[in-house]
């Protein structure tokens, strides 16, 4: 497997890539540890070179909807994320990984730069032969992050009502209803079935 000096020279990343990253993305910040920060950050940065998206920004944070972009969206899962997880341990002194929760959040939709084209999000090849995240997945664990990161990552898209997976790790649980709760608003609000509807309990993979 490669190291996270490995995969930034593997993707020829420079300090100015992983400072356009930094700027859309400053919840990376919120993670304590330098050295995972450069790592979520490359993950990005590795995925923008190969993307017909010149920004995080500009890629459509859900197919059909281009109003809401994926930084903002990647934004708002991160800070709903640690939410969760703080007032868990506020209010019932249940305590959760922090560093992992806060890396899995940001890179959690990463691949969508590569699995999406265009303004409406529509499927790129890659977004055709893989499902969502996977990539996102390995690429994590390329920039030497955690399994338990590349995990949260990878399976992030398999929640209820879709399938049912028994989550190894808490951080699962509140990265799946951060993610949730970001996105069913918006659908909501823009008449599109939500995770609480009975259209959205069923789909097919192709």
């Known amino acids: 497997m490669a190291t996270a000096i490995d995969a930034r020279a593997l993707y020829e990343l420079t300090d100015e890539d992983l400072a356009a990253v930094y700027d859309e993305l400053p919840e990376i910040s919120l993670l304590e540890n330098e050295s ?6 490359g993950v990005w940065a590795s995925f923008l070179k190969a993307s017909d998206y010149p920004r995080i920004e500009d890629a459509p944070a859900f197919p059909g909807l281009p109003r809401y972009n994926l ?10 994320s640690v ?7 506020q209010f019932w002194e249940v305590d959760y990984d922090r560093e992992a929760l806060i890396a899995a959040a940001l890179t959690h939709d990463a691949s969508k730069l590569v699995e999406m084209q265009g303004p409406n999000g529509d499927k790129t090849e890659i977004g ?10 390995v ?13 949260l990552v990878s399976y992030h ?24 709760g970001a996105a069913d608003p918006v659908f909501f609000h823009e008449n599109k079935p939500t995770h609480l509807d009975f259209a959205k309990r069923f789909f097919t993979l192709e």
Do not use: M
């Open 139 to 151: 690429r994590c664990l390329e920039f030497g992050l955690s399994p338990k990161v590349a995990y």
């Open 157 to 180: 898209p398999f929640t209820p009502p879709h399938i049912h997976l028994v989550p190894k790790y808490n951080e699962f649980v509140l990265l799946s209803w951060a993610d949730l």
């Open 71 to 80: 930084a903002g969206h990647t934004r708002q899962v991160v800070l709903g």
């Open 83 to 89: 939410f969760l997880g703080d007032s868990l341990k």
């Open 128 to 137: 055709e032969a893989l499902l969502h995240a996977q990539l996102a997945g």
């Open 36 to 41: 995972e920060r450069e790592k979520v950050a």
